[in-house]
C-alpha cells in the first residue's frame, strides 16, 4: 500500500485516492484491499488490531470495520501529506474526536497507533535524534556515546527499516509515532 490519501465525507463514508487514480468509496467489498490492509495493522501496529477485533470480532463485517475505523481513527484530514507515502510510511494526522483528552479508553491506542519494529530502545533514542536533523557528533554527546557506536545504530536502523537515506528515517520516525 503506497501513496495513498484518504478523507471522510460527511456521512461518514471513508474515501480513498490512490497514486493518479480518481477518488473512490472504500466498501465492504473491497475485498483483496480490505484483507491487505487488515494485514498490514495487525503485523505492524498489533496493539490497534487487537483493540480493534475486541470491539468487533462479534460482527460479520468485522474486518471492514477494523480497516475504517483505524482509517478514521488516523487519517482524513485534507492536506497535502500522504497518508501512506510512496515508502509505504504510515503518516498519521491529528484527526479531530469529541474523545480526545482522556475520554476515550483507545486514546494512542488505535489512534497515533504505535507501530511495532525490531528497533531496540537506544536505536529508536538515535533516530529520533537523527530525524530531528542533529550530527551524529550531537547525537553521541546527547547520549554520551562515540560516533562509531551511532554509526552502528544508524546502519542497524537502516538495515531494520529497509531504508537507505536520512530523509526516509526522518519520514519514518514523523509517521510512526517516535
Known amino acids: 500500500m503506497r501513496d ?3 478523507s471522510i465525507t460527511g456521512d461518514g463514508n471513508t474515501i480513498m485516492v490512490q497514486g493518479g487514480n480518481g477518488p473512490r468509496v472504500l466498501s465492504k ?7 491487505h490492509f487488515l494485514s498490514i495493522i495487525q503485523s505492524r501496529f498489533p496493539k490497534s488490531y487487537n483493540a480493534l477485533h475486541s470491539l468487533y470480532a462479534e460482527s460479520a463485517d468485522w474486518q471492514y470495520l477494523i480497516v475504517v475505523r ?3 481513527c488516523n487519517w482524513g484530514n485534507d ?3 500522504k497518508d501512506i507515502d510512496e515508502d509505504g510510511n504510515f ?10 483528552g482522556g475520554l476515550c479508553i483507545y486514546e494512542d491506542v488505535i ?7 525490531d528497533l531496540t530502545n537506544r536505536e529508536r533514542e538515535v533516530a529520533k535524534l537523527i530525524a530531528a536533523g542533529k550530527s551524529l557528533e550531537e547525537v553521541a ?11 552502528t545504530h544508524r546502519d ?12 526516509q528515517l526522518t519520514n519514518w520516525v514523523n509517521g510512526h509515532n517516535i
Open 4 to 6: 495513498i490519501e484518504f
Open 29 to 35: 467489498t473491497d475485498y483483496h484491499l480490505i484483507r
Open 70 to 72: 483505524f482509517i478514521k
Open 79 to 81: 492536506d497535502e501529506i
Open 91 to 100: 503518516n498519521f494526522e491529528h484527526v479531530r474526536c469529541p474523545l480526545r
Open 111 to 117: 489512534c497515533h497507533a504505535e507501530e511495532k519494529t
Open 141 to 151: 554527546s546527547t547520549l554520551f556515546v562515540s560516533i562509531k557506536t551511532v554509526e
Open 156 to 167: 542497524n536502523i537502516y538495515t531494520k527499516l529497509s531504508i537507505s537515506r536520512q530523509s
